[in-house]
């Protein structure tokens, strides 16, 4: 059943056995799933300085924006705090709300949780949570998309490293991110690296075969 933005898993109201639906449970103390890595621009487009509009991304197919996010524990990286009264466990619910953005002109909402996380991050921060929404049906169902933290990290910086082996690596928290190579920093022609970048310990790693005895690399930032 949907309402309200949210696909509701229930009898319907029906009592008839093919209505009926179980839960099983498949193994005990699994944990919590790896969140999804996404970036404001996932959410949000640029505000338009018109309060009276909504900058969430709805799409109608449910293949991308908030309804495809929605209900998924995702990470947002690259975010820093505008406002901060809600930052407060204590607080009711409805008061529990912060303004994050991406210096780029996006903003978001966040709800920190009933357990602390400890002081108001100053810095640019990462955030593991619950992507929600928190709207009526009908038009506002297409907003009111939030973040319910479940835990804020410092942002990892893009940096890369390149070792003696041609092996570039870099956080696989980035994993929204892509390697381009030149062979010129200065270059107009920086193109994808087409090796598949291999998960080791903490970091994405990535085997290159250099042709030229001088080759540039930088990410780049792909959702």
Partial sequence: MFYGGKRNVNEAHRKE??????????APNYG???????????????????????EDIFDPTRMSGGEYWQGMRVRINGLKLVTTNGWNPTLP???RICI???????????????????PAPTNWFDAIGILNQESESG??????YELF??????????RLKVEQA?????????????????????????????????LIGDTLNVLCTLTNTQRFFRLERIR
């Fill in 17 to 26: 056995p093919e209505y009926d639906f179980y839960i099983v449970l498949l």
């Fill in 32 to 54: 919590l799933p790896e969140p999804e890595v996404i970036t404001l621009a996932s959410l949000v487009r640029p505000d338009d300085g018109n309060p009276s509009t909504s």
């Fill in 93 to 95: 619910w409805s008061q």
């Fill in 100 to 118: 994050v953005t991406d210096g780029e002109n996006r903003f978001f909402k966040v709800r920190p949780p009933r357990y602390s996380l400890g």
């Fill in 139 to 144: 038009v506002q169902g297409t907003n009111g």
């Fill in 149 to 158: 933290i479940q835990e804020v990290l410092p942002a990892e910086e893009p």
């Fill in 166 to 198: 041609v092996v570039v690596s870099w956080p696989s928290s980035l994993s929204n991110y892509r390697l381009l190579s030149a062979e010129s920093p200065v270059s107009t022609n920086w193109v994808p690296v087409t090796n598949k970048p291999v």
